[in-house]
T-cell receptor, first 110, second 111 residues
Framework: EDQVTQSPEALRLQEGESSSLNCSYT??????LFWYRQDPGKGPEFLFT???AGEEKEKERLKATLTKKESFLHITAPKPEDSATYLC???????????FGKGTKLTVNP | DTGVSQDPRHKITKRGQNVTFRCDPI?????LYWYRQTLGQGPEFLTY????????KSRLLSDRFSAERPKGSFSTLEIQRTEQGDSAMYLC?????????FGEGSWLTVV
């Protein structure tokens, strides 16, 4: 069965303290690995799609990378406004379904 | 705002009542999805439409749940005979291809 596991469940950082979030997946025939940001009470906001191992994408202070078994979301010099839950999801070929992890709740203190 | 629109945003209903949620996707997106999310969990896939055709359904979608997308535009998700376990946020999303864009969700509380 397809599975996505995110770690840590929660992460507290000081402003400017860089770190990484992990997403491990077991999906046969990966068609895409997706990262979303979700603020409390809101729907997920799309960040990145990664399609193949070795691919990297960047947006402001965020950088997503992909290997054959994991994806990382690197946060460089985070600011308090980066506080949110970050969700990882994997899709397999032949299906439109995305399997989500439980998310990592990031808190950035000023 | 041209994002995915969901209505109502919040619904409180008594156990056993029927509820219906509406979703208006981003214009020209032919793919539409419904997901359910409970506190502390990631979204769970419920169903997928391409235009008006319902092409994928999760085992989570019991007989009490029905979704439609007449004419391939807006979609409705109806839950019949609601149970307390149905309390969750129901998320609609649309896509022109591979990237899925979510709406703000419809919160359901069953009392």
């Amino acid at each position: 069965e397809d599975q996505v596991t995110q770690s840590p469940e929660a992460l507290r950082l000081q402003e400017g303290e860089s770190s990484s979030l992990n997403c491990s997946y077991t999906v046969s025939g990966l068609r895409g690995l997706f990262w979303y940001r979700q603020d409390p009470g809101k729907g997920p906001e799309f960040l990145f799609t990664l399609y193949s191992a070795g691919e990297e994408k960047e947006k402001e202070r965020l950088k997503a990378t992909l290997t054959k078994k994991e994806s990382f979301l690197h946060i460089t010099a985070p600011k308090p406004e980066d506080s949110a839950t970050y969700l990882c999801a994997a899709g397999r070929g032949g299906s439109e379904k995305l399997v989500f992890g439980k998310g990592t709740k990031l808190t950035v203190n000023p | 705002d041209t994002g995915v629109s969901q209505d109502p945003r919040h619904k409180i209903t008594k156990r056993g009542q029927n509820v219906t949620f509406r979703c208006d996707p981003i214009s020209e997106h032919n793919r539409l999805y419904w997901y359910r999310q409970t506190l502390g969990q990631g979204p769970e896939f419920l169903t997928y439409f391409q235009n008006e055709a319902q092409l994928e359904k999760s085992r989570l979608l019991s007989d009490r749940f029905s979704a439609e997308r007449p004419k391939g535009s807006f979609s409705t998700l109806e839950i019949q005979r609601t149970e307390q376990g149905d309390s969750a946020m129901y998320l609609c999303a649309s896509s022109p291809g591979n990237t899925i864009y979510f709406g703000e969700g419809s919160w359901l509380t069953v009392v």
